[in-house]
């Protein structure tokens, strides 16, 4: 018996719709196995997730503040991934944005809130775009492998931000290893009362619409598409692929910045280095889930907040370990893996006669 894959032809609309519907599917019956041997209800455990994170008016709120920060790195890796530039960067990128909002934050420059956040906004996104843009450089110019570029640039920032943390720029006040606190004017806004609803809830929706705009509508996304398909091919009809690869990454960089500078403004209000559990890492499974597509990157990114804010709620109450909804992510990039690999190819079996 011999068996092979053969490639598919292309696959209708529905198909591709279901497909990451199947994945999540799938990474719930998985993971119902895991609860089921943790010695828990699995039908109460699925009832605790959802009701820990849609179930009230608070929950539901805190679903969304969990989302913000997934949409923006979810959207950095989707940006970088069309471009076949595989940014495994985002954590370090993120904590570039935090970085930058920390330090423009605690400048005493006495400016109303509607100047000094968009100040905020520029300088993380330009950190955080400049560094996804140097391994982006070194890959065009010197085709240095960009997994092992941006991954390691990730310990490069977060260990130079800890030892700036935990030496000059600690605390005075406290001295506890944190930036100082930022000013007034750069916290985000509230939006309702009795909830942390704040301004990167909405600016998280107004970048997934930019990109998908620019993705879809725009010259700068049709040459990222093309050179993601073929770079060689897209330089014969005249698109500078180095250009196109490097201003993606800056582009992927800047996103992820953007994610860093609301944990900074709207969450800690200060820069420490657990300010991000894995954001950047969780970005790649839900750009993935999402199929590098900016709508499908903000409903998986809403899947993944529901998930995690739901967890902690089923392990307060069922005492299954609240590390399972980190589980259940690694599980539904497996599933959403094997449902794209048969997504394009069948299984071809055939049999051999002696």
């Known amino acids: ?38 010695g828990a209800d699995v039908l109460k455990a699925w009832y605790l997730v959802f009701s820990g994170s849609l179930g009230s008016r608070y929950v539901f709120f805190e679903t969304l503040v969990k989302m913000s920060p997934l949409v923006f790195t979810g959207l950095a890796v989707a940006v970088a991934f069309r471009a076949k530039f595989w940014n495994i960067g985002a954590e370090g ?25 968009p100040i905020l ?19 065009a110019r010197f085709k ?36 100082p606190h930022i000013a007034e004017s750069a916290i985000y806004p509230i939006f309702f009362a009795r909830s942390r609803v704040h301004l990167g809830v909405l600016l998280m929706l107004v970048a997934a619409a930019i990109i998908y705009v620019m993705m879809e509508k725009t010259t700068l996304g049709y040459r990222i598409k093309a050179v993601g398909e073929n770079p060689r091919a897209s330089e014969f009809g005249g698109i500078p692929a180095n250009r ?12 992820a910045g953007l994610a860093g500078v609301g944990e900074v403004c709207a969450i800690q209000r200060y ?30 990114a809403f899947y993944f907040a529901m998930i995690i804010s739901g967890a902690e709620s089923m392990s307060r109450i069922t005492k299954v370990p609240v590390y399972l909804a980190e589980v259940i992510q690694g599980i539904t990039l ?21």
């Open 334 to 354: 497996l599933t959403m893996l094997l449902a794209m690999v048969f997504d394009r190819y069948r299984l071809k079996i055939e049999f051999k006669k002696r």
């Open 271 to 300: 820069l420490i280095i657990g300010i991000s559990p894995g954001y950047g890492f969780f970005g790649i499974v839900i750009a993935m889930l999402g199929r590098l597509h900016p709508i499908g990157v903000v409903l998986a």
């Open 144 to 179: 240095a492998d960009d997994v092992v570029t941006t991954l390691l640039m990730n310990y490069i920032i977060i260990y130079l931000l800890g030892a700036l943390l935990d030496g000059p720029w600690r605390d005075p006040a406290t001295m506890w290893p944190h930036s």
């Open 121 to 139: 906004l520029i300088g993380g996104f330009v950190l955080g775009g400049l560094l996804g843009a140097f391994p982006g450089y070194l890959k």
């Open 1 to 38: 018996m011999r068996i092979s894959l053969k490639r598919r032809s292309v696959p209708p609309i529905w198909q591709r719709l279901l497909l990451p519907i199947s994945a999540i599917l799938l990474a719930v019956l998985l993971s119902s196995i895991l609860i089921i041997w943790a």
């Open 244 to 255: 196109v690869i490097v201003t993606a990454a800056f582009l992927s960089g800047g996103l």
């Open 93 to 117: 990128q993120l904590y570039a944005g935090a970085f930058a909002a920390a330090a423009l934050g605690v400048v005493p420059l006495d400016l109303p809130k509607v100047v000094h956040i």
